[in-house]
């Protein structure tokens, strides 16, 4: 008999949970960040494989070059650059999805040990990155116009002092996963104004920037100070579809060169296949157009939200409205277990996502993350509802 409890790695020893997210028919999802399926491209993929593998099977089916087919780099070079800053296509390599380019940007800097800040809370999967590079993951607290830059900066005089300055600072300043939340220019300027001064440099991860409902954000930390100081994670995961798995990477030249052959080591290459159809999806401009119906469909998703979650009156619950993206980050009143309410509000037919997982240390910050990119509106205000009447028992009853 083989004894694996004794064979793991120390990083796979932790009890590694997923999502609660409902599969029931009765449970209404706004745990789980799935995009809303309608934003498909259904019809396309298939007629895009068929017509690819017509003009040249042969290559279609080959391996791809490690850092990804080339024309898709040269797109999202040009897409990402601006009148002052400008990205070369030898700065982007393409990554199976944002989640790949992260863990490669962990085996390019982490060694065990090494401090990596992130904002509180912050998105699961990053986390399980860092945690599994044996991080020393340090929290910087995150608010509504983006990171406390006095704690931030409190942190790095700390850690410059001690002789460990952070390998990176990791944010998600546009419309957070999981708060909704979006960095005002003023924060970006002082994050960037700081992470110059101790020179660290920042992975800003940007799935859901496109995603706007209202106006569109300030501009990206990879577009105020450029890739010699900002690594950026992407995909196309939320404006395509993420069973592509087509995300990218864009740093200097010298760092996407050597993160090639850390890609290499995680699969060889990605699928110059779906590449070439996310490629293709721009070309004809079905991205283009998705983004703008994405952008609406997302808004009355988050109308539906606030309009319901008005009519609660729970005291002592807030909810954010977000101008974009998937999430609303709902706060409970002092002292309430975000992770038990969790639970009780799946009873009551809704998932929802308790603060722990989104906390290095699991911490339990008495608030959920409600996603409204996959219900629909009525599904929202239903769910809305549930929660409601979730919260009065709850609250009544201190479960
Ligand atoms: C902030 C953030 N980064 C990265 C990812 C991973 O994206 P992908 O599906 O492209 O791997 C997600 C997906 O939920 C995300 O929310």
């Known amino acids: 008999m083989i004894r694996w409890n004794s064979l793991y790695a120390e990083r796979a020893r932790a009890d590694h949970k997923d999502l609660v997210s409902g599969t029931g028919r009765q449970v209404i999802n706004m745990s789980a960040g799935f995009p809303e399926p309608s934003l ?11 017509s690819l593998a017509a003009e040249d099977g042969k290559a279609l089916l080959q391996y791809n070059p490690p850092a990804g087919y080339e024309p898709l780099r040269a797109w999202i070079a040009k897409h990402s650059s601006t009148q002052d800053t400008r990205i070369e296509t030898e700065q982007v390599l393409l990554t199976h999805g944002a989640q ?13 040990g090494d401090c990596v800040l992130v904002e509180g809370p912050s998105f699961h999967g990053a986390l ?8 020393k993951i340090v929290t910087i607290p995150l608010e509504g116009e983006g990171m406390r830059l006095d704690v931030l900066e409190a942190r790095l005089s700390e850690l410059h002092e001690q002789g460990g300055l952070p390998k990176f600072i990791y944010t998600i300043p546009t419309f957070h996963n999981p708060t909704g939340y979006t960095a005002t220019l003023e924060r970006r300027l002082g994050l960037l104004e700081l992470a110059e001064r101790f020179g660290v440099p920042i992975v800003e991860d940007v799935p859901y920037n496109d995603l706007w409902y209202d106006a569109a954000p300030p501009p990206t930390l990879l577009e105020l100070a450029g890739p010699e100081r900002v690594i950026q994670v992407g995909t196309f995961s939320k404006t395509l579809c993420p069973a592509l798995r087509v995300g990218w990477m864009i740093g200097p030249a010298g760092l996407i060169q050597k993160a090639r052959h850390f890609k290499h080591i995680a699969d060889t290459c990605s699928s110059g296949i779906l590449q070439r159809v ?13 983004v703008s119906r994405a952008r609406e469909l997302y808004r009355a998703k988050r109308d539906a939200l606030t309009e319901a979650f008005a009519t609660l009156n729970v005291p002592g619950v807030t909810c954010t ?17 975000s992770q038990k309410f969790q639970q009780f509000a799946l009873e009551h037919g809704v998932s929802i996502a308790a603060s722990p997982m989104f906390f290095a240390d699991g911490k339990d910050a008495g608030a959920c993350r409600l996603t409204i990119s996959f219900p ?9 509802a549930k929660l409601g009447e979730a919260m009065q028992r709850f609250f009544t009853h201190q479960y």
């Open 40 to 50: 498909f491209p259904v019809e396309e993929v298939p007629r895009l494989i068929q």
């Open 100 to 112: 790949q380019g992260l863990d490669v940007v962990a085996k390019l800097l982490v060694e065990p």
């Open 128 to 135: 399980w990155v860092f945690q599994a590079a044996d991080a």
């Open 278 to 290: 996310a490629y293709r999806l721009i070309q004809e401009g079905f991205w283009e157009h998705n």
């Open 321 to 337: 409205v977000p101008s974009g993206g998937f999430f609303a980050w709902m706060k409970l009143p002092e002292g309430i277990s």
């Open 376 to 384: 629909s509106p009525e599904q929202i205000r239903q769910g809305t």
